[in-house]
């Protein structure tokens, strides 16, 4: 299995709702991320977890919360969201988080419209 | 100045040319390099990594390193439509721990 399957793949929600995106990875994978990837721009970070610990938090607004139940899933609680947090998020897993072991494989994505 | 640069483009080449992408870095550190193709709408794929400095090659895709310079390139020989995408350079940052995305280069190739 070499495979990040996201969940779901759009996701429209109010500002009060509450909703959680999934990601899970049979790869044996020890390093999960969420990027966030608005049109015409690259990725960009907000959780890494390693070893399913919290590595690296980039100042992400609290209404985002991740979590890492096990090695293999990874999930990612919305609550209060604003329109601007419109985007495409992307689940990504690697060997681990330094160097060479980097190597990200990408999910597809849930695209998730704020209104 | 960013940590990683690309032109954004588009870069228009014509079906069966080379297409050369390119990106430098700031982190003279930085050891592993990275070339991601995402088609619109669709998530990243990796398309090439390399360490060393030199070419390295798999089918029609040939990265380039060159350490010194702090630039990192990827020719696409025998460009087909299907190649049309936006290219990613990235880096693995030891002092961030994270991997280092460049903003893109759209790549059209045209019939």
């Known amino acids: 299995d070499t495979e990040v399957t996201q969940t779901p793949k759009h996701l429209v929600m109010g500002m009060t709702n509450k909703k959680s995106l999934k990601c899970e990875q049979h790869m044996g994978h020890r390093a999960m991320y969420w990027y966030k990837q608005k049109a015409k721009k690259p990725p960009e970070l907000m959780f890494v977890y390693s070893y399913e610990k919290l590595s690296i938090n980039e100042s992400v607004p609290s209404r985002f919360s991740p979590e890492c139940p096990n090695s293999s899933l990874l999930n990612l609680h919305l609550h209060a969201l604003q329109p601007e947090d419109s985007a495409l998020y992307l689940c990504?897993?690697?060997?681990?988080?330094?160097?060479?072991?980097?190597?990200?494989?990408f999910g597809a994505g849930s695209r998730l419209t704020v209104l | 100045q960013k940590e990683v640069e690309q032109n954004s483009g588009p870069l228009s080449v014509p079906e069966g040319a080379i297409a050369s992408l390119n990106c430098t870095y700031s982190d003279r550190g930085s050891q592993s390099f990275f070339w991601y193709r995402q088609y619109s709408g669709k998530s990243p794929e990796l398309i090439m990594s390399i360490y060393s400095n030199g070419d390295k090659e798999d089918g029609r895709f040939t990265a380039q390193l060159n350490k010194a310079s702090q630039y990192v390139s990827l020719l696409i020989r025998d460009s087909q439509p299907s190649d049309s995408a936006t290219y990613l350079c990235?880096?693995?940052?030891?002092?961030?721990?994270?991997?280092?995305f460049g903003a893109g280069t759209r790549l059209a190739v045209h019939p």
């Open positions: 990235a880096l693995f940052s030891g002092g961030y721990n994270k991997l280092i």
């Open positions: 990504a897993s690697s060997l681990g988080q330094g160097g060479g072991a980097n190597v990200l494989t």
